[in-house]
């Protein structure tokens, strides 16, 4: 059975840093490439982050970009989020997401809620 | 940036009709439209692909159709469980974008 499990969201405050992990089970992890999709009640289900199978391509939303790293360590069947310069809007659930051979979003973790706060 | 414009916003139906929610995507997408399910709690659940591909597990009474700029999901007869809000979702244009969902509740 396909499981992402992210973990390290929680409370940080404006300009702070938090690094999101997404442990994954139950497929050929450097198979897929993956993302992060973050949702807000406001602004509903966003792209921020994505990475290729092989770790060597990744891709950013404008919002995000020069705050955020994704990175993955295909032994450890893990993929992270550096979330750097935290602002008030990157308050979200953020969740990982596998992109299947349908090239579609086929699996998403549970989501880890993110809040920036002082 | 493609942006997704689902209506009605809100749809509240019985168990056992029929739901037609749509998708207006602000330039053509040809048929990379996919529609999610969210549950409260949950993450989002991939229902259709590529416009009209019903996911396998998906029950039949799910179907999507259209192509362009105008995409529909079909439900046709509600089960208690269909309620929910549904997503659309591109992949055809960098960044990926989605709708900003329909509630559909039990009237």
């Known amino acids: 059975e396909v499981q992402l499990v992210e973990s390290g969201g929680g409370l940080v405050q404006p300009g702070g840093s938090l690094r999101l992990s997404c442990a994954a089970s139950?497929?050929?992890?450097?198979?897929?490439?993956l993302h992060w999709v973050r949702q807000t009640p406001g602004k509903g289900l966003e792209f921020v982050s994505g990475?290729?199978?092989?770790?060597?391509?990744?891709f950013y939303a404008d919002s995000v970009k020069d705050r955020f790293i994704v990175s993955r360590d295909n032994s450890q069947n893990t993929l992270y989020l550096q979330m750097g310069s935290l602002r008030a809007d990157d308050l979200a659930v953020y969740y990982c997401?596998?992109?299947?051979?349908?090239?579609?979003?086929?699996?998403w973790g549970q989501g880890a809620l993110v809040t920036v706060s002082s | 940036e493609i942006v997704l414009t689902q209506s009605p916003a809100t749809l509240s139906l019985s168990p056992g009709e029929r739901a037609t929610l749509s998708c207006r995507a602000s330039?053509?997408?040809?048929?990379?439209l996919a529609w999610y399910q969210q549950k409260p709690g949950q993450a989002p659940r991939l229902l259709i692909s590529?416009?009209?591909n019903r996911v396998t597990g998906i029950p039949a009474r799910f179907s999507g159709s259209g192509s362009g700029t105008d995409f529909t999901l079909t439900i046709s007869s509600l089960e208690p469980e269909d309620f929910a809000v549904y997503y659309c979702?591109?992949?055809?244009?960098?960044?990926?974008?989605f709708g900003q969902g329909t509630n559909l509740e039990i009237k």
């Open positions: 997401a596998r992109i299947g051979l349908s090239d579609w979003y086929d699996y």
């Open positions: 139950g497929f050929t992890f450097s198979c897929c490439s």
């Open positions: 990475i290729s199978a092989n770790g060597l391509s990744t």
């Open positions: 330039q053509s997408i040809s048929r990379y």
């Open positions: 590529d416009a009209s």
């Open positions: 979702h591109q992949r055809s244009n960098w960044p990926r974008t």
